[in-house]
Structures are given as C-alpha cells and as structure tokens.
T-cell receptor
Framework: SAVISQKPSRDICQRGTSLTIQCQVDSQVTMMFWYRQQPGQSLTLIATANQGSEATYESGFVIDKFPISRPNLTFSTLTVSNMSPEDSSIYLC???????????FGQGTRLTVV | KNEVEQSPQNLTAQEGEFITINCSYSVGISALHWLQQHPGGGIVSLFMLSSGKKKHGRLIATINIQEKHSSLHITASHPRDSAVYICAVRSPGAQKLVFGQGTRLTINP
C-alpha cells in the first residue's frame, strides 16, 4: 500500500502566477500520475511523472504549462504556470506499481484562480 | 461515446436503502476500479476487480467481463456514504486509468 501526502490542500492564486503542488509517498512506487478534475467533471490525466527523465504528457497538456519533476521514487511536483481562471480545478496525484495494482490517490489540491 | 459510462449520474436515497451504481465499458480491460471521492476532493480506492465479486463491509462489487459491465452495491446505506463514486478501467498493457464521469450519491437521514 501507499500513503500519499499532497500539499497544499487548497490555494487561491492570482492570474498570471504559478503554483507548485507536491506529492510525497511513504514508499517507493513505480508509477506516479498527475490528474486534473475540472468542476463537475471526472478526472483527466495530465501526465505520467518519470523518475529522472521528462514526464510523458497526454494530448492537450504541455510541459511549459505543467512542468513536472520527479527526482526520486517517492516524490513529485506539478507546477501550474501562468495561471488563468480556467485552471481552477482539483489537481490530484496518484501512484501505483507496474501491472494491475490498486490505485492510490492524494487528498487533492483545490485551486482557485482569481 | 465515452469508453466508460456510469449510471445514474445522480442518486438520492433514504438511509437504509439498497443502492446500486452501474458501470459499462466498451474496451477490453485487465482491471476495473471503484473509487470514492468525498467533497474535500480526496479519492479512496474501494475495489479492484478483474472477475467475479468482492465484498468489503456493506459494499459489494461485481463484474461481468463478457457483458463489459460492473455494479457497485451498498447495503443498509448511511448518510456517511454520501460521496461521488467513480468507475475506472485499465486496458491490458496500459498503466493509465480511464474514468467514468462519476455518480453523485446522497443519502438522506
């Protein structure tokens, strides 16, 4: 199993600024994912965070807007850059291992951009 | 058409009622997950299924691979069960999950 600490839990930010969200896991994991959940919508995968290399982004998401770091097997950050009100969402990190394993999620970061 | 469809989208019931949430998917899968999301946003994994049926407390999850359908049942529902329930599937060889749109469940006392 895995216990995930995601910070901050919520923030209100000014447009044009950036916010970095942290995801810390209590054990080494193979896979780390970042999701966005827009109001009233389901989860959309932003990218897979790869240890020691560039993240793998899904269609519609780019590194300049959502830079991701993963320096080791227990930690990752997602930055939401140059924010606009359209970026107001819940952002969640999720971890797992290769193959069919249970999915573990952080508590989410509720971001409001004003 | 989404790869994963849930029904109903919203469900309101009285405490004690038997609840069923359905999930249909259109792709081959290696596993199906049922997740619970509370108003704060955090998500908890309830079940991971590849066949048959699983039970945990008052929650029961079933899957029919041939029909590409899964159900989540809650017996003796309670207001604390109020949450969004999300079905998600993983295709063979893939690592990412594909999510349904969620079912918002409200249990009134």
């Amino acid at each position: 199993s895995a216990v995930i600490s995601q910070k901050p839990s919520r923030d209100i930010c000014q447009r044009g600024t950036s916010l970095t969200i942290q995801c810390q896991v209590d054990s080494q994991v193979t896979m780390m994912f970042w999701y966005r959940q827009q109001p009233g919508q389901s989860l959309t995968l932003i990218a897979t965070a790869n240890q020691g290399s560039e993240a793998t982004y899904e269609s519609g998401f780019v590194i300049d807007k959502f830079p991701i770091s993963r320096p080791n097997l227990t930690f990752s950050t997602l930055t939401v850059s140059n924010m606009s009100p359209e970026d107001s969402s819940i952002y969640l990190c999720s971890v797992g291992w290769v193959g069919d394993t249970e999915a573990f999620f952080g508590q989410g970061t509720r971001l409001t951009v004003v | 058409k989404n790869e994963v469809e849930q029904s109903p989208q919203n469900l309101t019931a009285q405490e004690g009622e038997f609840i069923t949430i359905n999930c249909s998917y259109s792709v081959g899968i290696s596993a199906l997950h049922w997740l619970q999301q509370h108003p704060g946003g955090g998500i908890v994994s309830l079940f991971m299924l590849s066949s048959g049926k699983k039970k945990h407390g008052r929650l029961i999850a079933t899957i029919n691979i041939q029909e590409k359908h899964s159900s989540l049942h809650i017996t003796a529902s309670h207001p604390r069960d109020s949450a969004v329930y999300i079905c998600a599937v993983r295709s063979p060889g893939a690592q990412k999950l594909v999510f349904g749109q969620g079912t918002r469940l409200t249990i009134n006392p």
